[in-house]
């Protein structure tokens, strides 16, 4: 449900606009607004979870998804859907590290790969369905439902959480560091709008995008020198130094921001150079999914057996294949088939890359440090895929720019579709544009061989299991 949120809403942008009688601008923030809301409150998981327990955690979070939901659906203004929607980010920000802990921590070391692998599922198939279910919704029932789908799974999920999660048994209070929280938060925050501003202003050195950037990453800096010196810090960042847990995340924020920002590209071309609306697009954006899902599982089982830094760079050496294969036959009318098969390999590729190395990261700890751990690994992910679809949006509204020498009717989001005389004239320099913006996107993948050299080449130290097997008291 919270991933899915994310993509499912964007097709439904429009709809809103008109019905809200509103501008795109403005209404813009029913999805900059969730984001903003999960990038602040994912950083409070750890020590929520430490502090209540992570069943209470993830039915409270699901809880609040649930009602920010049933009232975005019942949103009379677009001002009321917005406040809604921020209501909905800050339960759905909690929901997926709550989720990553307790399946973690119930497996012990020795089996997080498979379970790495399960939670990939939705991370992969929610940018896919998104669009496809929220164009169905949007088009054939009613923009409100885009929204209303997710009450009766949250009272499945809420009831399931109940029974079969084991209770949680009190642990000795640790005090919130409140200085990190009151850095960190707003610093992401801040961040986050000043990137998404600056690429919808297509220029980061505007006065307010800068401001946001520099306050942002100004803060964000100022917390990681509290929580290396603090006693309990609301993240801890010492776990950095541990060869194994630095590894993953430095491959995790050169693969995500490459690989999200380059997720954009295709349904942004499908839609500007070959005409087909968002259902279609979706749809036609599928075959990735699909090819995740064959090799999910497997490059869970092989990181259990023989560690996860074997499969992380197999799968980087696929992905940056196709990456490259974009970048080379993307064209005005490339085959809907080749490029299917394209997206196939890239998703056969991920299957054995962004969960095997979240797997290197959690495998090394002990039952204590996984919760923080799933949130710094949360919060490098939010924050890589929002500067990734920002940035390579501001290299491909460039590159566009270039090609088509300011002019044309190519914007990328205009609501005037150009002549079939003029797209005539247009798609080619268009079609360029997208493929050499997938360069860059090559460039940052291939980056991530350097830190993913150094992820464990060999399965989980069964004496870590066994200190991670030992009393849960929540599982």
Do not use: C
């Not at 994310?6 to 795109?24: P, R």
């Not at 169905?136 to 009450?151: C, P, Q, T």
């Amino acid at each position: 449900m919270s991933i899915l949120d994310v993509t499912v809403v964007n097709v439904a942008i429009n709809d809103l606009a008109k019905e809200f009688n509103t501008s795109l601008a403005t209404i813009q923030w029913v999805a900059t607004g969730y984001t903003l809301a999960l990038a602040t409150v994912i950083p409070i998981t750890g020590w929520a979870s430490a502090r209540f327990g992570t069943k209470r955690l993830y039915m409270a979070s699901i809880g609040l998804f649930v009602i920010g939901s049933t009232l975005a659906g019942l949103a009379w203004s677009a001002e009321s859907l917005i406040l809604f929607r921020v209501l909905q980010g800050l339960g759905g920000g909690m929901i997926m590290p709550a989720a990553m802990t307790i399946m973690t921590q119930a497996a012990g070391p020795q089996r997080v790969g498979q379970v790495m692998s399960i939670v990939g599922v939705p991370m992969l198939l929610g940018p896919i369905l998104g669009p496809i279910i929220g164009g169905y919704l949007v088009d054939d029932v009613s923009w409100r439902w885009i929204f209303f789908i997710n009450l009766p799974i949250g009272i499945v999920a809420l009831l399931l959480a109940g029974r079969v999660l084991k209770r949680d048994e009190p642990k000795p209070a640790e005090r919130l560091d409140l200085i990190g929280l009151l850095l960190l938060s707003p610093g992401l925050a801040s961040l986050i709008y000043g990137v998404a501003k600056g690429a919808e202003e297509r220029d980061f050195l505007q006065t307010q995008p800068l401001i946001f950037t520099v306050v942002g990453a100004v803060l964000v800096i100022g917390f990681v020198f509290r929580a290396l010196s603090a006693q309990n810090p609301l993240i801890d960042l010492r776990l950095l130094r541990r060869r194994s847990v630095a590894a993953a995340s430095g491959t995790m924020v050169l693969f995500i921001t490459a690989f999200m920002g380059a997720m954009l590209l295709l349904p942004l071309y499908y839609q500007t150079v070959r005409g087909e609306g968002a259902m279609t697009a979706g749809l036609l954006f599928a075959p990735q999914g699909l090819g995740a899902m064959v090799t999910m599982p497997i490059g869970g089982k092989l990181t259990d057996r023989i560690g996860p830094g074997r499969v992380v760079l197999f799968g980087l050496v696929v992905v940056v294949l196709s990456v490259a294969g974009f970048a080379t036959v993307l064209g005005a009318d490339t085959s809907y088939w080749v490029l299917g098969s394209v997206l196939f390999v890239m998703g056969l590729g991920m299957g054995m890359t962004m969960m095997p190395t979240m797997a290197a990261a959690i495998q090394t700890l002990v039952h204590d440090e996984v919760p923080r751990a799933s949130t710094m690994l949360n919060i490098i992910q939010q924050v890589s895929a929002s500067i990734g679809t920002a940035g390579m949006s501001v290299l491909l509204a460039n590159r566009l720019t270039s090609e088509l020498g300011g002019g044309g009717g190519g914007e990328i989001g205009s609501t005037q579709k150009p002549p079939p005389e003029v797209m005539a004239k247009i798609a080619g320099p268009m079609a360029d544009a997208f493929q050499h913006t997938y360069l860059y996107a090559l460039g940052l993948i291939a980056l991530a061989f350097i830190p993913a050299l150094l992820l464990p080449r060999r399965r989980p130290d069964t004496t870590a299991a066994t200190k991670a097997d030992a009393p849960m008291p929540m599982h």
